[in-house]
């Protein structure tokens, strides 16, 4: 579990399957067997060298996120698992990936820059204004939305402490649903207790 609050920018060393990132806060505390969110992926460390952490990424994970994109020198967002006693600043974050969107458009507005993204009906038929969703693992407000696409108004310090202040319009992001939202629907259609 996460919170959605970003600890540092990693560089991509090595690209999948077998992704090496150069992340120097997160491997000081990191262990083999730690979870840590990879732009909103959760990966588990499997080997730590100094500073390079290592991670395997299955194909399900590739083909679900935009992690099989990455290069060498790609800056990604990381947070380590929350741990008990930690402050939860952001909101509940799986770091499940529910789909891939991309940036439309980013407008400066005042100090902050208001970020419109477009994403699949699987994210937005749990979109809320006011209500909070994970763009490349960062807590997020959704100011506004529509049938193709929600707003999120993006402080500066946000913008230097995570890679969405390096998106351009066309760029691919993951995306993560509010945790509620998919409860509430589940309850809604009498189906929670259900299992195969």
Known sequence: MFTGIVIEQGEVVEPPPRLVLRAPSTAADAVVGDSVAIDGCCLTVVAIDGELLSFDAVPETLRRTTLGRLAPGSAVNLEPALRAGDRMGGHLVQGHVDAVGSLVAAQPEGDAVNMTFRAPEAVLRYV?????????????????????????????????????????????????????????????????????
Do not use: C, W
Request: no cysteine; hydrophobic share 40%.
């Open 128 to 196: 809320i204004e006011k209500g909070s969703i994970g763009v490349n693992g960062v807590s997020l407000t959704v100011t506004a939305f529509d049938d193709e696409t929600f707003s999120v108004s993006v402080i500066p310090h946000t913008r230097s402490v995570t890679n969405l202040g390096r998106l351009e319009a066309g760029d691919e992001v993951n995306l993560e649903a509010d945790l509620f939202g998919k409860y509430v629907e589940r309850m809604q259609a009498g189906r929670a207790f259900q299992t195969r």
